[in-house]
C-alpha cells in the first residue's frame, strides 16, 4: 500500500477536466514538493509537473498542478485521447528519508 | 541531447546478485543526483535509492535496505544497482534517473532493464 493515496482509475470524455487526486501526510506532501509523472504502456515515466505546479518546456498547459496542506491535485483540462495512461504523484518523505510514489491512476478517455 | 542507457537486466535464479548499469551521456553527470526506480509487472513504480553527486550519501527505500546498494562512476558517467539474495518479488523493469538534489525530480529516465527472478 502506498504512502501516498491515489484514485486507481478515472475516466473522462474528450474536451472534459479532469482532476486526479493525491493524499499524503505532513512528513511527505505537507513539507516537500509534489511532482507528477505520466507513463504510456510499454515506455518510461515522463515528469509533467515538478515544485507542485511547474510544467517542463513542451508538457501542454492543459495539464497543471496544484497542493494545499498534505494533499495535491493534477488537473488535465481539455481531455485528448492521447492523454489515455497511467499518473503517478511523488513526493519525498522525510521521516522515511525516502521518495515516495502514489499507487498511479489509470486515466481513460473515453 | 541527454540519455540514460540501463544494462545488466537478466533471468536470475532466487537468492542470487546482479549489478544493473546505467550510463549517461549529454550532461555534467557529477552535478546531479542519480535514483532508481523500479516496476514489477502490471504495478506502479516504486522509489528504489539515490546517490549524491560525489557519491557521499545514499537514501534507500526502507523495505529494500541492507539487499541493495547504489554507486556511482564520475570518472564513467555511470550509475549503478547491485542487488543482492534476489527473490521472485523483485522481478521487475528497473529505470535509472537524473535526479535533482535528494527529491523527487526526476528526469530524464532510461527506458529501463528487465529484472527476472524465477527458478
Known amino acids: 500500500q502506498s504512502v501516498l493515496t491515489q484514485p486507481p482509475s478515472m475516466s473522462g470524455t474528450p474536451g472534459q477536466s479532469v482532476a486526479i487526486s493525491c493524499s499524503g501526510s505532513?512528513?511527505?506532501?505537507?513539507?516537500?514538493?509534489v511532482y507528477w509523472y505520466q507513463q504510456f504502456p510499454g515506455t518510461a515515466p515522463k515528469l509533467l509537473i515538478y515544485?507542485?505546479?511547474q510544467r517542463p518546456s513542451g508538457v501542454p498547459d492543459r495539464f497543471s498542478g496544484s497542493k494545499s496542506d498534505t494533499s495535491a491535485s493534477l488537473v488535465i483540462s481539455g481531455l485528448r485521447s492521447e492523454d489515455e495512461g497511467d499518473y503517478y504523484c511523488a513526493a519525498w518523505d522525510d521521516s522515511l528519508r525516502g521518495g515516495m510514489f502514489g499507487g498511479g491512476t489509470k486515466l481513460t478517455v473515453l | 541531447e541527454v540519455k540514460l542507457v540501463e544494462s545488466g537486466g537478466t533471468l536470475v535464479q532466487p537468492g542470487g546478485s546482479l549489478r544493473l548499469s546505467c550510463v549517461t551521456s549529454g550532461f555534467t553527470f557529477n552535478t546531479y543526483y542519480m535514483a532508481w526506480v523500479r516496476q514489477a509487472p502490471g504495478k506502479g513504480l516504486e522509489w528504489v535509492a539515490n546517490?549524491?553527486?560525489?557519491?557521499?550519501?545514499?537514501y534507500y527505500a526502507d523495505s529494500l535496505k541492507g539487499r541493495f546498494t547504489i554507486s556511482r562512476d564520475n570518472t564513467k558517467n555511470s550509475v549503478h544497482l547491485q542487488i543482492n539474495s534476489l527473490r521472485a518479488d523483485d522481478t521487475a523493469v528497473y529505470y535509472c534517473?537524473?535526479?535533482?538534489?535528494?527529491?523527487?525530480?526526476?528526469?530524464?529516465w532510461g527506458q529501463g532493464t528487465l529484472v527476472t527472478v524465477s527458478s
Open positions: 534517473a537524473r535526479g535533482e538534489h535528494y527529491d523527487v525530480l526526476l528526469d530524464p
Open positions: 515544485y507542485n505546479n
Open positions: 546517490i549524491k553527486q560525489d557519491g557521499s550519501e545514499e
Open positions: 505532513r512528513s511527505n506532501i505537507g513539507s516537500n514538493y
